[in-house]
């Protein structure tokens, strides 16, 4: 048993962190699942769908669940999944952060939420260059 993770992030992009991580480490070592928020979707509907997917992970060890933007229907989302003790939410997932959680397959929920909020602030980082030119 391991603690599973749930990515539920605006459109896409819980899926596509998902699949660059599995690309990335060549595997997925824990059980893992994405909810795409779009903008049509019922918040109801949302928390019914996101607590099926938390049943589906679960196997007794607990849920990581990870969401983009802290603040946003996502996030509001997995503010009701919270309540549960074996639910730990972090909001601003980023590439980093998933890789570092699945680095570490076997620590606990508290611990693994510690890597992955870590991970994540760790993982911005001001990259400067001299000769660049800087456009947006």
């Known amino acids: 048993m391991s603690v599973s993770i749930l990515l539920v992030t605006h459109n896409r992009i819980g899926h596509e962190l998902l699949e660059t991580a599995r690309e990335t480490l060549g595997f997925c ?11 049509d979707g019922e918040p109801a509907e949302l928390i019914e769908r996101a607590m099926d ?3 589906l992970l679960d196997d007794g060890d607990g849920v990581l669940v990870l969401t983009d ?24 997932v980023n590439l980093p952060m998933l ?18 909020r870590t991970g994540g602030r760790d993982g ?7 000769h660049a030119t800087r456009e947006c």
Request: hydrophobic share 40%.
């Open 29 to 39: 070592p824990v059980q893992t699942r994405t909810l795409e928020v779009t903008p």
């Open 53 to 55: 997917l938390v049943g």
């Open 69 to 92: 933007c802290y603040g946003s229907t996502p996030s509001n989302v997995c503010s009701q999944l919270a309540r549960d003790h074996r639910i730990v939410v972090i909001a601003g």
């Open 99 to 116: 890789l570092r959680v699945f680095n570490y397959p076997g620590l606990t929920l508290p611990e693994l939420a510690d890597k992955a």
């Open 124 to 130: 911005v980082i001001l990259v400067e260059t001299f």
